[in-house]
């Protein structure tokens, strides 16, 4: 199955929906700090999926110009017929297209941008075979005063009290190795990866997305957007390849364990920890 389909598919939509709104309660303030005391602030969302977030993260009334990109050519149609007007405006490009830089180029001389306030990736790196690459090309796109705000994951940060079983660390292990989970290693090492890349003024605002004893929705929110994905890659990886023994072991383990770690976390005195770098940055020097 071409994982365009697996990112348009119906329960995915819905577990982004419920992803979308957890995370806003940490952005938001965020964003709130970058946007207040400016106007005609441009935002770049790289990774906007059907636009709903990008409209819903990006309507203050300082944003003047906002555009979303998106690699699957549905979804932009469908953010651009929905939501597309003077402010929002969205297309299609793939972040690892050889020709992205100059694609970006052409698309901000036609929406008469030279350069933004504030680039927003949410969870993209992740799924970029050449991180390093992709956050240098950024570089030249930001203002000289401008921020990035990145989310990423980070399993490295994640607890779960009550875990006698190390439920939670198994879950993780075969997180790591399912292909349409992405690098889980990103949020990790993003502090230097951005050091590297020649950004600097490095703000993490949080290591994880939390809920404490009696948090009941939270805990469900946390445990649709961080683990009832999984089954349903592990269906579509054995669609694929029937025979494959890691497959197989997965299936197992999550009809053995699901519910049981499903439970530790629901449960009412269970604090869980969900590791998630939410950070901001700047970038280093001028660039041409």
């Known amino acids: 199955m071409d994982s365009q389909l697996i990112f348009q598919d119906e329960t995915e939509m819905k577990r982004l929906i419920v992803q979308n709104s957890l995370l806003s309660y940490y952005e938001k303030p965020i964003l709130k700090a970058l946007f207040d005391s400016r106007k005609d602030i441009t935002v770049l969302d790289v990774g906007c999926n059907d636009g709903a977030k990008t409209v819903e993260r990006f309507s203050s009334s300082s944003v003047s110009k906002v555009i979303g990109l998106e690699f699957n050519q549905k979804l932009v149609q469908k953010a651009q017929e929905q939501y597309g007007d003077?402010?929002?405006?969205?297309?299609?490009?793939?972040?690892?297209?050889?020709?992205?830089?100059l694609s970006l180029r052409k698309i901000m001389k036609e929406e008469n941008i030279e350069c933004f306030d504030v680039?927003?990736?949410?969870?993209?790196?992740?799924?970029?075979k050449d991180v390093e690459k992709y956050l240098t090309s950024l570089r030249p796109f930001l203002k000289e005063d401008g921020k990035i705000l990145i989310i990423e994951a980070d399993d490295s940060n994640s607890k779960l009290n009550g875990d006698g079983g190390g439920l939670l660390g198994d879950f993780l292990s075969i997180l790591k190795k399912d292909k349409y989970a992405g690098n889980r290693e990103v949020g990790k090492n993003i502090i230097q990866t951005l050091k590297k890349c020649g950004y600097h003024n490095i703000s993490v605002h949080y290591?994880?997305?939390?809920?404490?004893?009696?948090?009941?929705?939270?805990?469900?929110?946390?445990?649709?957007?961080?683990?009832?994905?999984?089954?349903?890659?592990?269906?579509?990886?054995l669609s694929q390849e029937p025979t494959n023994l890691e497959y197989k072991s997965w299936k197992k383990w999550l009809e053995s364990n699901y519910t049981t770690l499903k439970n530790l976390v629901m449960d009412e005195e269970s604090e869980i920890s969900m590791g998630m770098k939410i950070l901001t940055c700047s970038k280093e020097d001028s660039d041409a």
Do not use: Q
């Not at 680039?119 to 970029?128: D, E, K």
């Not at 994880?208 to 009832?228: D, L, Q, Y």
């Open 86 to 101: 003077k402010r929002f405006s969205f297309f299609r490009l793939d972040a690892e297209d050889d020709s992205f830089t």
């Open 119 to 128: 680039i927003y990736l949410s969870f993209l790196l992740m799924h970029l």
């Open 207 to 237: 290591d994880a997305i939390s809920a404490s004893k009696g948090e009941k929705e939270k805990k469900e929110a946390i445990f649709t957007t961080f683990f009832s994905y999984l089954g349903e890659d592990v269906s579509i990886l």
